[in-house]
């Protein structure tokens, strides 16, 4: 069974930036999707930004230009570079695997203004 661990949140003041990792149990990224995902607290979890097994990008509206994900399948590992980051970039932010569905644990981003 795969496993995925984020890792990279924190504390950030308005306008700074994160890079989250998400990384694999095994090597995987070279033939699966990966997807970044976000959950505030009382909303739900939304669609953040998605990288194909090929490498094709796909944002949502509200950071696109601001956030990058990449990845490096030698290191089983997914980015999100964010940039720019406002209050309302706070949530936990989730990785996970398409097609099959795993998720990791999440990591707490923390945007102060």
């Known amino acids: 069974q795969v496993q995925l661990v984020e890792s990279g949140g924190g504390l950030v003041q308005a306008g700074g930036s994160l890079r989250l990792s998400c990384a694999a149990s095994?090597?995987?990224?070279?033939?699966?999707?990966v997807g970044w995902y976000r959950q505030a607290p009382g909303k739900s979890r939304d669609f953040v930004a998605y990288?194909?097994?090929?490498?094709?990008?796909n944002y949502a509206d509200s950071v696109r230009g601001r956030f990058t994900i990449s990845k490096n399948s030698a290191k089983n590992t997914v980015y999100l570079q964010m940039n720019s980051l406002k209050p309302e970039d706070t949530a936990v932010y989730y990785c996970?695997?398409?097609?099959?569905?795993?998720w990791g644990q999440g990591t707490q981003v923390t945007v102060s203004a």
């Open positions: 095994g090597s995987i990224f070279s033939d699966n999707g």
């Open positions: 990288i194909s097994s090929i490498g094709t990008e």
């Open positions: 996970k695997l398409y097609p099959d569905g795993a």
